[in-house]
């Protein structure tokens, strides 16, 4: 038994993690060509144009809209779906914020269903059995670049007639039994903020996959004031109240030069992630991300839970030990499940009011989706980046091992 950093012995990680440039000369040239235009406004100019076509062609989707955010990608895709005062929305307890304010901001109740263990993303049966004559839509999260199991879900929302959009904010270029994630509901919401698989800063992008060019012009109009700004009814009396959620040129055309190192991105990270697993995969003190059948994982990063049982530490312990071993890694991936936020647990979305809490039967309890709690009181987080050596992945194993196999009962 080699003896741990932690306790005085020598750290696994001897040699610094690879890194790189994410923004170069291809970035600037498109930024410097947006100035020259003399507008950087969307609709005069011709980067977030581009930067769309060039998305819809990677994507093979008819239509997309550029937002200021990922949260903006999701309001807009909700808005464009007609979801409004008093529906309810089901969706993922493990996810960033984003995925609920939009739900919230349009009056809506989100309802949280439980996730299957090892894959860390939403349970069909138990979207199943949160149905009410409120649910409007599910809102699914692929979790980590991770796919959903979209063939049950897509059967429930066609059989109760329930809208689909996908968060597909940290799984670019995932695909799920041979489909990109993002083109197989409704809508796809994409972010582009600085943490993300590319980035233009902040951003976003929402797909329109019916093919009618009517979706398409409102989910436009929803993201840009309700003013319409295409298609035959142009005007700016709107009917109905939407944000301003518009992408700016000098976004757009930092997008166009990230859009062209995506499939690179998703490439390495793809094999990084497996590379992972195939190291780690026997330990059984440990259980590894489950992808669906006949898909692929772009692993926004990397997450694992431990069998506690099968070990004499606790969460704390190991983290702590793989830290001094040179892994920078984080207990779970959000504090706790979205439901047990205040806002929530007080049903103060707006200062001094219930609602929209109070139109639905809604609660929000420790213990709504057991999975879920258990995925955040075991799993081990490690970020990755595009950037690792083979070494970097390989020492990455190595520590993992060594904290696992000190540690087995
Ligand atoms: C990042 C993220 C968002 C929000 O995107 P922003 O661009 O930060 O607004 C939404 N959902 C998920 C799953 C995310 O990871």
Same mark, same amino acid.
């Given at each position: 038994?080699?003896?741990?950093?932690?306790?005085?012995?020598?750290?696994?990680?001897?040699?610094?993690?690879?890194?790189?440039?994410?923004?170069?000369?291809?970035?600037?040239?498109?930024?410097?060509?947006?100035?020259?235009?003399?507008?950087?406004?969307?609709?005069?100019?011709?980067?977030?144009?581009?930067?769309?076509?060039?998305?819809?062609?990677?994507?093979?989707?008819?239509?997309? *809209?550029?937002?200021?955010?990922?949260? !903006?990608? +999701?309001?807009?895709?909700? #808005?464009?779906?007609?979801? @409004?005062? =008093? /529906?309810?929305?089901?969706?993922?307890?493990?996810?960033?914020?984003?995925?609920?304010?939009?739900?919230?901001?349009?009056?809506?109740?989100?309802?949280?269903?439980?996730?299957?263990?090892?894959?860390?993303?939403?349970?069909?049966?138990?979207?199943?059995?949160?149905?009410?004559?409120?649910?409007?839509?599910?809102?699914?999260?692929?979790?980590?670049?991770?796919?959903?199991?979209?063939?049950?879900?897509?059967?429930?929302?066609?059989?109760?007639?329930?809208? *689909?959009?996908?968060?597909?904010?940290? !799984?670019? +270029?995932?695909?799920?039994? #041979?489909?990109?994630?993002? @083109?197989? =509901? /409704?809508?796809?919401?994409?972010?582009?903020?600085?943490?993300?698989?590319?980035?233009?800063?902040?951003?976003?992008?929402?797909?329109?996959?019916?093919?009618?060019?009517?979706?398409?012009?409102?989910?436009?109009?929803?993201?840009?004031?309700?003013?319409?700004?295409?298609?035959?009814?142009?005007?700016?009396?709107?009917?109905?109240?939407?944000?301003?959620?518009?992408?700016?040129?000098?976004?757009?055309?930092?997008?166009?030069?990230?859009?062209?190192?995506?499939?690179?991105?998703?490439?390495?990270?793809?094999?990084?992630?497996?590379?992972?697993?195939?190291?780690?995969?026997?330990?059984?003190?440990?259980?590894?991300?489950?992808?669906?059948?006949?898909?692929?994982?772009?692993?926004?990063?990397?997450?694992?839970?431990?069998?506690?049982?099968?070990?004499?530490?606790?969460?704390?312990?190991?983290?702590?030990?793989?830290?001094?071993?040179?892994?920078?890694?984080?207990?779970?991936?959000?504090?706790?499940?979205?439901?047990?936020?205040?806002?929530?647990?007080?049903?103060?979305?707006?200062?001094?009011?219930?609602?929209?809490?109070?139109?639905?039967?809604?609660?929000?309890?420790?213990?709504?989706?057991?999975?879920?709690?258990?995925?955040?009181?075991?799993?081990?987080?490690?970020?990755?980046?595009?950037?690792?050596?083979?070494?970097?992945?390989?020492?990455?194993?190595?520590?993992?091992?060594?904290?696992?196999?000190?540690?087995?009962?």
């Amino acid at each position: 038994m080699h003896k741990l950093a932690i306790h005085g012995g020598d750290q696994t990680k001897k040699t610094p993690f690879g890194t790189g440039k994410r923004f170069g000369l291809e970035e600037a040239k498109e930024l410097l060509e947006a100035l020259e235009q003399n507008t950087l406004f969307y609709h005069f100019g011709h980067k977030v144009k581009k930067f769309l076509s060039d998305f819809n062609d990677m994507y093979q989707v008819p239509y997309s *809209v550029a937002t200021s955010s990922g949260t !903006a990608a +999701l309001h807009v895709a909700l #808005g464009a779906a007609g979801i @409004t005062v =008093g /529906d309810e929305v089901i969706t993922s307890p493990i996810t960033d914020q984003g995925t609920v304010i939009g739900i919230l901001y349009q009056n809506a109740i989100p309802v949280f269903a439980d996730l299957e263990p090892h894959s860390y993303n939403l349970d069909p049966a138990s979207i199943e059995s949160r149905l009410t004559p409120r649910t409007k839509a599910i809102l699914v999260v692929h979790l980590a670049g991770n796919p959903c199991d979209m063939d049950p879900i897509m059967e429930i929302a066609r059989k109760h007639k329930l809208k *689909v959009i996908e968060d597909c904010a940290q !799984a670019y +270029l995932t695909k799920y039994k #041979g489909r990109l994630v993002g @083109t197989i =509901g /409704d809508y796809g919401c994409f972010s582009t903020n600085d943490f993300k698989h590319i980035s233009t800063g902040d951003g976003g992008i929402v797909t329109v996959n019916s093919g009618l060019e009517e979706d398409y012009h409102r989910t436009h109009a929803f993201s840009d004031k309700n003013y319409r700004r295409m298609g035959t009814d142009v005007g700016r009396m709107p009917e109905s109240l939407a944000p301003n959620y518009r992408m700016t040129e000098l976004q757009g055309a930092v997008g166009i030069a990230q859009l062209r190192k995506l499939e690179w991105i998703c490439e390495q990270r793809s094999r990084i992630g497996m590379t992972l697993d195939a190291g780690l995969q026997d330990l059984p003190s440990l259980s590894i991300m489950k992808i669906p059948e006949a898909s692929t994982c772009t692993y926004w990063f990397y997450m694992f839970r431990l069998i506690l049982d099968n070990l004499t530490c606790s969460r704390e312990e190991f983290c702590a030990a793989l830290s001094a071993e040179g892994i920078t890694n984080r207990m779970g991936y959000i504090p706790d499940v979205i439901y047990m936020q205040p806002m929530f647990q007080q049903k103060h979305a707006y200062p001094g009011s219930t609602f929209p809490f109070e139109l639905s039967d809604v609660h929000y309890q420790r213990g709504d989706c057991p999975h879920a709690e258990a995925i955040l009181q075991t799993a081990v987080q490690v970020p990755l980046s595009e950037f690792y050596t083979h070494q970097d992945v390989l020492d990455i194993v190595a520590a993992i091992r060594k904290v696992a196999l000190y540690y087995q009962k």
